[in-house]
């Protein structure tokens, strides 16, 4: 176990803690704020990853790498305008491999597999599903919102079931093939057990953005400011802030937007996440980018 684990596991209790003292609508507030604070800040320095990027690769990779991002971008905006429905499964797919690349990127520096690759995808699937069950109301009225059709026929206890034995089967075979991921497995059990208790009794949005900024945004942070220079400090951490603060800046100007726009109607929760889809769809292929070449590198080194 980690520092940086044990510090999120001090922080995952005193965000249960909040949720005692705390009445639903702060805890949504608060949840809001720290998403737009730290959650935008973990995908405002894209473009300086793919520079970076572009010093180990040739020119024309580079700049196809940045031309993807923008069509992207445009393109999360356009399927959800247009094709909500497959937008969202696509969303929910990419956030599930994105969350499970993150917190099983010890994986990577093993040879990349198929196997690897659909553990890490019912992982993120489970960690969202556990979420969905203990909220299954609200987040059924947020998709049908942004889908623009009810579905109230969804049980998401099934959907937990059905994910939990695919991930069960992914990791059997993992067992067997990566030393590396059986050393992993009681205490990421204890994990899960933390995030299922998280998500039962916090607010669905307080209780997302525990786990999207405690074991996601910041250890997706703190592996950026290595990647871009060369360890993690605090100075470095100011390099990594002011070099994303435009970006951060805009995204956050957009989104308060939003929230003047729609503060006072449930359409604004759809916004924000169909927001946040638009932006993922990009950054989770210019941090896959960065991971293949920390893998490469960890095996240079070897």
Known sequence: MTNSNNFGIVISFFGLWITTYFSIEYQQTIGFIIIFLFGILHGSNDLLLISKINQRETTSIGKKILLYYIIFVFFGIVLFYSLPKIA???????????????????????ETSKTIIGFQTTYGLFILSLLFNFHQEEVRKIIGQIINAPITSVNFTYC???????????????????????????????????FGIIFRNANLIWAFAIYFIVWHSLPSIKEQI??????????????????????????????????????????FKALFFS???????????????????NKNNSEDIK
């Open 88 to 110: 969202l499964l696509l969303f929910l797919i990419v956030s599930a491999y994105h969350f499970g690349e993150q917190h099983w990127n010890i994986l990577n520096k093993e």
């Open 160 to 194: 937990l079931i059905f994910v939990g034995v695919l991930l069960f089967l992914n990791g059997f075979l993992l067992v067997r093939k990566n030393p590396s991921f059986s050393k992993e497995i009681m205490v990421n059990i204890v994990y899960l057990i933390l």
């Open 226 to 267: 290595c990647f871009l220079y060369g360890n993690y400090s605090i100075k470095n951490f100011v390099r990594y802030f002011k070099a994303a603060f435009v970006y951060w800046f805009l995204s956050l100007i957009g989104i308060l937007f939003l929230y003047l726009l729609f503060k006072d109607q449930e359409i």
């Open 275 to 293: 927001f946040l889809a638009a932006i993922t769809f990009p950054h989770a292929l210019v941090i896959m980018k960065m991971q293949n070449i």
